[in-house]
C-alpha cells in the first residue's frame, strides 16, 4: 500500500512539474498566445486570435460589426484604413480566409511576430554610415542616438513577404545602364527593375548622368546583403516587387 501510494504522489508531482513547465515555456505577447503556423507557404510566428485588415474604400465598421459576430473590430481603422480585430473563437488562420471572402478588405493578415537577428552584410551598414536607417550605435558618423526610421523593426515584420505585387516607381535622373544592361553592381538585378521611358534622350534606357537617381534608387532598392555598398530599404529579392524606372527630368 506504502508504495503504491507512494508511486502515486510522484506521478502528481511529475504532473504538476511537467505542467509548470509546459506553461513557462508557452509564448506570450501582451497576454495572448504565440503559435507557429502556415501562411501563403512560410512559416509564421502570430498572435492568437487577432487579425490585421485592411479596409476597402467602400467598407464601413458597421459592415465589419454585421459580417460576423466571431471578429470583433478593438482597434482602429486608422488614417490608412488598417484595423485590428479579434477572433472570438481563436481559430486565427481559418478567420483570415473567411475575412478574405468577404470582399471588405484589401488585405487580411495575421499579427505576425518575428526576432530580427540577422542584420545586413552590406559595407556601409555594418560601418554605421547608413545611420538614417538604424542610429542604435554610439559611435555612428552622424544624426542622433534613436533619429532613425527603425529600419531593422520594419525587416523584423518582413523582408519580402508581400501579399500582391508591389510597383515602386522613381522619378528622377535613371539609374547606371551601360549600353543596354544595368551597370551599377547594387542596382543591377534584371528582375527588380523595370526600364520606363527616358524623356530626355527619346529612348528607352533612362541612363543616369547626374547620379541622383542613382542615389535615390539606391535607397530604395540597392541590392540588401550582397556585402557591397548600400542596404535598400526593400530588402527583397522577392519578383512580386519591381522598381520602375522613369527619367522625366534633367536635374
Ligand atoms: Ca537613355
Ligand atoms: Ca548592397
Redesign the pocket.
Known amino acids: 500500500m506504502k508504495t503504491a501510494f507512494s508511486s502515486r504522489v510522484i506521478s502528481v508531482i511529475v504532473l504538476t512539474f511537467s505542467l509548470i513547465t509546459s506553461n513557462l515555456n508557452a509564448e506570450t505577447f501582451k497576454g495572448k498566445n504565440v503559435l507557429i503556423g502556415s501562411w501563403q507557404g512560410k512559416e509564421i510566428r502570430y498572435v492568437e486570435g487577432e487579425i490585421l485588415v485592411k479596409l476597402k474604400e467602400t467598407t464601413s465598421k458597421s459592415q465589419i460589426y454585421r459580417f460576423n459576430k466571431n471578429f470583433k473590430l478593438v482597434e482602429g481603422p486608422n488614417e490608412l484604413n488598417w484595423a485590428r480585430l479579434n477572433v472570438i473563437d481563436k481559430k486565427t488562420l481559418l478567420g483570415i480566409n473567411q475575412l478574405e471572402k468577404s470582399n471588405l478588405f484589401d488585405y487580411v493578415e495575421p499579427a505576425i511576430l518575428g526576432k530580427f537577428e540577422n542584420p545586413p552584410n552590406d559595407q556601409y551598414f555594418e560601418d554605421h554610415t547608413q545611420w538614417a536607417l538604424d542610429h542604435s550605435h554610439p559611435s555612428q558618423p552622424g544624426g542622433a542616438n534613436g533619429a532613425d526610421i527603425n529600419i531593422i523593426r520594419a525587416w523584423d515584420i518582413t523582408t519580402s513577404m508581400v501579399p500582391n505585387p508591389v510597383l515602386i516607381a522613381i522619378l528622377d535622373t ?1 539609374i547606371p ?1 551601360e549600353g543596354t544592361n544595368l551597370s551599377h553592381p547594387d542596382l543591377d538585378d534584371p528582375d527588380k527593375f523595370i526600364l520606363g521611358h ?1 524623356y ?2 527619346g ?1 528607352e ?3 543616369d548622368e547626374d547620379g541622383h537617381g542613382t542615389h535615390v534608387t539606391g535607397i530604395v532598392s540597392a541590392e540588401t546583403d550582397n556585402e557591397i555598398g548600400i542596404s535598400g530599404i526593400c530588402w527583397s529579392n522577392n519578383p512580386n516587387i519591381k522598381t520602375y524606372m522613369v ?1 522625366p527630368v534633367n536635374e
Open positions: 535613371g545602364i527616358d530626355i534622350e529612348d534606357f533612362p541612363n527619367h
